[in-house]
């Protein structure tokens, strides 16, 4: 049974009787999603898998199948390479970020399920729920949340976010 999280628009983030301001992608929300947009896709994106960094915190509690990441992990976002939208090893050839960050915004990484199955060139890569920056400013696409605020709703068994445009 899907636990559905909803965010709007103006950056809102509903669940379970509570709104929590949420960053979301600089180009707003789109339901044409197009690699490189800076927008946050709309539609129902069901959380894949979580990430995180052991070196920084203690495993997020939730249901979620998780890893951490290494120094080696990066994600694929050239759609041109037949990585495109996965989880890779670096070095890579292709253009990818890399997911082990100075700064802690990828601390903690939910997997987002958007152009994922299957794979669509250029529809969008690396559509994550993550750790907000000081002040919630807008992501590349990406919804992120401060951290004790992530947390919190993996643990309460939220399963996918619905982005309304």
């Not at 929300?29 to 539609?43: F, I, L, Q, Y």
């Not at 199955?117 to 000081?134: D, E, W």
């Amino acid at each position: 049974m899907s636990v559905i999280a909803r965010v709007t628009a103006d950056g809102l983030l509903r669940f379970r009787g509570e709104t929590l301001r949420c960053a979301i992608g600089a180009g707003g929300v789109r339901a044409e999603k197009s690699e490189g947009d800076g927008a946050t896709p709309a539609g129902l994106l069901p959380l894949r898998r979580l990430l995180w960094r052991a070196d920084r915190g203690p495993r997020p509690a939730c249901a979620l199948p998780a890893e951490p990441i290494a120094p080696a992990d990066g994600w694929c976002d050239d759609p041109t390479h037949p990585d495109y939208n996965r989880q890779i090893r670096l070095p890579h050839a292709a253009r990818h970020e890399t997911l082990w960050r100075d700064d802690a915004v990828y601390d903690v990484i939910g997997v987002l399920g958007w152009n994922d199955a299957p794979v669509r060139r250029g529809r969008g890569s690396a559509i994550f729920l993550h750790l907000a920056r000081p002040g919630l400013p807008p992501t590349e696409g990406c919804i992120a949340l401060p951290e004790a605020e992530l947390r919190r709703l993996l643990a309460s068994g939220m399963t996918a976010i619905e982005v309304l445009g």
